[in-house]
């Protein structure tokens, strides 16, 4: 349940600062914001594994660039169902999308526990010791 009340909020972070950043997207108060990014969570995990999987053949061929498409018509899914959240066109779709999910990935990436609880991610577990020999030459110039 906190693994998913994390994500809810991940998400709706991602969505106010893509209606701050991108001039086509909108929303009229905190119910329709807390609804979009609810929304948008279960679209991503039940409807877009089954898009992703259908566009496959362009996803390829562009290289996963159409990724980034399917994303955006999600969003626009969002505004059609969600009363208050607002997308103007696909061109603000698109762009939200991209920003959501690089603002998504940041801070799921900053924030992470295997336990359930949110703490800053650190990779700074010590300097190994490596174990052995180093096999080469002892003679300079060989």
Known sequence: M???LFRWAITTIAVVVAAW???GIRYDGAG???GAALLL???NAFLRPVLLLLAA???ILTLGLFIFVVNGLMLLLVNDIVLGFHVESFGSAFWGAILISFVSWLLSAFFRGSDGRVHPLTHHRGIKRVHGRVVGSSKPGE
């Open 21 to 23: 950043l991108i001039h």
């Open 2 to 4: 906190r693994h998913f």
């Open 57 to 59: 053949p362009l996803i």
């Open 32 to 34: 329709s914001l807390i």
């Open 41 to 43: 969570g279960i679209l």
